[in-house]
């Protein structure tokens, strides 16, 4: 079946500028992660959705970084004003939530801050 | 908090050599252990894992062992082949952690020649 899909592969900002990432999950997954992956942080978890319940939003480094989840599926994450440090491949994941850890990743967003 | 500290690299092996790269963990309860594998130009995938002390996590001739004892989750391989040239990440998931988030270690480049 159809993996974890991400929008778009690459993408190159100005400063300053707000970005959208975009992440379909597995069908049928209830839980959704974002990660960050980038030269000097290593893999870093951002935000993490769980069905219909409030996210979990204590891996966001700032107020410029949001996500939502619309519907239980996808979700779409947001960087407003981007500065240089937010360039990092931004990695989506989702996991069925019962009795698995397993989660299956995205191929990834490369943002460029510029 | 949890954390994972992993062999630093990059490693540079032979065809047929044996491969070990060291993981060791801090967490608080019995957490979730596993390797995740990114293949050049690929999206992170995950290898092998095991969830309790003992247990023997095995995929494509790689295997590691849940060690509660030394907190320590080593991934080997008897005879490692060029297509094995990847970065390796060993990662944590604690059921106490909101979500099951993973907690990754800093990844190792492993490069196979011929």
């Known amino acids: 079946g159809a993996g974890v899909s991400q929008s778009p592969s690459n993408k190159v900002t100005e400063k300053g500028k707000d970005v959208e990432l975009r992440c379909d999950p597995i069908?049928?997954?209830?839980?959704l992660y974002w990660y960050r992956q980038s030269l000097g942080q290593g893999l870093e978890f951002l935000i993490y959705f769980q069905g219909n319940s409030a996210p979990d939003k204590s891996g966001l480094p700032s107020d410029r970084f949001s996500a939502e989840r619309t519907g239980g599926s996808v979700s779409t994450l947001t960087i407003q004003r981007t500065q240089q440090e937010d360039s990092a491949v931004y990695l989506c994941?989702?996991?069925?939530?019962?009795?698995?850890?397993?989660?299956?990743f995205g191929p990834g967003t490369r943002l460029t801050v510029t | 908090g949890n954390s994972v500290t992993q062999m630093e690299g990059p490693v540079t092996l032979s065809e047929e050599a044996f491969l070990t790269i060291n993981c060791t963990y801090t967490a608080t309860g019995y957490p979730s252990l596993f390797w995740y594998v990114q293949y050049p130009g690929e999206g992170l995938q995950l290898l092998l894992k095991a969830t309790k002390a003992d247990d023997k996590g095995s995929n494509k001739g790689f295997e590691a062992t849940y060690r509660k004892e030394t907190t320590s989750f080593h991934l080997e391989k008897g005879s490692v082949q060029v297509s094995d040239s990847a970065v390796y990440f060993c990662a944590l998931s604690a059921q106490e952690t909101s979500g099951s988030r993973l907690t990754f270690g800093e990844g190792t480049q492993l490069t196979v020649n011929p």
């Open positions: 994941a989702s996991s069925l939530w019962q009795g698995s850890y397993e989660q299956y």
């Open positions: 069908s049928g997954h209830t839980a």
